[in-house]
């Protein structure tokens, strides 16, 4: 998957403020009105992982940082914090 710079730079932000990896794949199967989700990393799940529906004329950026909400709130928190 090619992702854009920025959002490179946004989850490689995540995963350094975090302390936790970010995994990105595609989910053919992710019901109708839903474009993409995220599962935040907890208990014995030890990455955040996004899921987008794959459409060959969108590339999935714009789903994969609107679904994570990766913005400054998030981004701001050190690792072991709550969020």
């Known amino acids: 998957m090619n992702l854009n710079e920025t959002t490179q730079k946004v989850l490689r932000l995540v995963e350094v403020r ?20 995220v599962v935040m990393a907890r208990g014995a799940l030890r990455l955040h992982r996004v899921t987008y529906r794959p459409d060959g004329s ?12 990766f913005n400054p709130a998030v981004i701001r928190h050190a690792p072991g914090e709550t969020l």
């Open 18 to 37: 975090s302390g936790i990896s970010v995994h990105v794949e595609p989910d053919r199967d992710l019901p109708g009105s839903i474009l993409a989700k």
């Open 58 to 69: 969108t590339p999935p950026d714009y789903l994969i940082l609107c679904a994570g909400r």
